[in-house]
């Protein structure tokens, strides 16, 4: 006899793989922008330091500023790279989540699955016990038969 849930498995195994690569992808997907900030970090620090070291220099008014809206503009995307990082952690956070939840579902079906394959199989074991009582029984009176 087949488990009756087998459809229900399949499915909720499917959903568990996709919902695994989905975990995958956005771990890429951090991966990705917490490697972008650090490069962003890393040239807002060449540019600070570029700037100390001019400040012992004599430069021109354009090229100060220019190198003060550069700073500006790369502490702002370090910020908004910040608040992106932060927000892929907490999506990486619930689609951990969500691939735990689909596990715990799918191994809840195979457990039912596995409890109807002993119950199944004691059944079968049930049945061939009875046949060899009814051919046990069957042969013992065949030879009382004989005897009388």
Do not use: C, P, Y
């Not at 570029?50 to 500006?72: A, C, G, M, R």
């Not at 910020?79 to 990486?92: D, G, S």
């Not at 029984?137 to 030879?143: A, Q, T, V």
């Amino acid at each position: 006899m087949a488990f009756r849930f087998e459809k229900v498995l399949r499915i909720k195994k499917h959903r568990e793989e996709i919902l695994k690569e989905e975990l995958a992808n956005w771990q890429r997907t951090l991966e990705f922008e917490d490697a972008l900030l650090e490069k962003i970090k890393d040239l807002l620090q060449q540019a600070l330091n570029k700037e100390t070291k001019s400040q012992n220099e004599v430069i021109s008014i354009n090229e100060l500023k220019t190198s003060h809206s550069f700073i500006l503009r790369l502490e702002e995307e370090k910020e908004n790279q910040i608040k992106r990082v932060k927000e892929l952690n907490e999506e990486l956070f619930e689609a951990r989540k969500r691939v735990i939840v689909a596990s715990g579902e799918r191994r809840v079906i195979e457990k039912l699955k596995e409890k109807n394959t002993v119950r199944e199989k004691k059944e079968g074991e049930k049945v061939d016990q009875f046949i060899q009582d009814e051919i046990g029984l069957s042969l013992f009176e065949r030879k009382a038969n004989l005897r009388e």
